[in-house]
């Protein structure tokens, strides 16, 4: 997950409990530290390979837009679905991207 708002990371383990023990949620508070980590670049080269993004739209410095701009561009980040949460304090609305060859699909 990548957002700069702890409560909000907080509601969102919650919910991934709630649906599933077993989820593991790894929090990045800025951008930049988000993409690294899911890069395994510097200090998350042992960060573990996610099979999905949370990803905040309103955010300091790089906002989700840019985040998910560049994670498209990315070959490996552009396989894994992106949920992008807006207004979370407002009531929480989501976006699902499809990633264009999802990893369990079939030909």
């Known amino acids: 997950m990548i957002d700069d708002n702890p409560e909000d990371a907080?509601?969102?383990a919650e919910v991934l409990h709630t649906a599933t023990?077993?989820?593991g949620l790894g929090v990045a508070c800025h951008a930049s530290e988000g993409l690294r980590s899911l890069r395994h670049e510097g200090q998350y080269a042992t960060a573990p390979t996610r099979d999905l993004i949370v990803l905040d739209l309103r955010m300091p410095k790089k906002n989700g837009l840019e985040v998910l701009?560049?994670?498209?561009q990315d070959?490996?980040?552009?396989r894994i679905p992106v949920?992008?949460?807006?207004?979370?304090?407002?009531g929480a609305t989501f976006r699902f991207t499809v990633p264009e060859s999802p990893p369990n699909a079939r030909p």
């Open 75 to 78: 070959p490996v980040l552009k």
């Open 69 to 72: 701009a560049e994670a498209k």
């Open 83 to 90: 949920v992008v949460l807006t207004e979370p304090g407002k």
């Open 21 to 23: 023990s077993t989820a």
């Open 10 to 12: 907080r509601r969102v």
